[in-house]
C-alpha cells in the first residue's frame, strides 16, 4: 500500500480495516450492529443505531478524533420502511449540525436492519 495511506487496523475477524486516513481525512468501514467478537446484535432498528453510533464514537475516539468532525455519512437500510425509526435514533447523535448523509436501501450482511459508514477529519 502506498505510504500516504495510513491503515489503522480492526480488531474484528475480517479482512478490512476499522479505518484508513489519507491526507487527514479518515474513512471508515461500514458499521453494523455487532459485539467485538463480531457477533451480529440483532434487536430493533433503534437499538442497532445505538450499538452502531456507540461503535463509531469509540473507533473515532481511538484514532483521536470524535462524532462532531464527521462530514459524511451513508447509511444503507434492509427497508425505507425503517426510515423514519432510524432518524429518530440517529438525530440525537449529532448534536452540532448534522453531516452530509445518503441512505439506501439494500439487503444487509447477518440479516441485520442498519449498516453506518463515515468519513471524518482526523485529529490532525
Keep these: 500500500m502506498h ?3 495510513r491503515v489503522h487496523p480492526s480488531e474484528l475477524p475480517f479482512p478490512f480495516a ?5 491526507a487527514g481525512i479518515l474513512y471508515l468501514s461500514g458499521q453494523v ?3 467485538v ?8 432498528v433503534t437499538q442497532q443505531v445505538q450499538a452502531i453510533m456507540q461503535q463509531l464514537e469509540a473507533t ?3 484514532l ?18 425503517h426510515f423514519a425509526e432510524f432518524n429518530a435514533e440517529y438525530a440525537k ?15 444487509l450482511a447477518f440479516d ?9 477529519l482526523a485529529a490532525h
Excluded at 483521536?64 to 420502511?81: C, E, H, N, P, Q
Excluded at 447523535?93 to 439487503?107: D, E, L, M
Design 37 to 44: 467478537e463480531g457477533v451480529p446484535l440483532h434487536g430493533s
Design 60 to 62: 473515532l475516539a481511538s
Design 64 to 81: 483521536g478524533t470524535a462524532l462532531d468532525r464527521i462530514f459524511k455519512v451513508t447509511v444503507w437500510l434492509s427497508s425505507m420502511a
Design 3 to 5: 505510504n500516504a495511506i
Design 112 to 120: 441485520l436492519d442498519v449498516e453506518i459508514e463515515v468519513q471524518a
Design 93 to 107: 447523535w449529532f448534536t452540532h449540525g448534522y453531516p452530509a448523509r445518503s441512505v439506501v436501501s439494500c439487503a
Design 33 to 35: 450492529a455487532m459485539n
Design 18 to 22: 476499522k479505518a484508513t486516513e489519507v
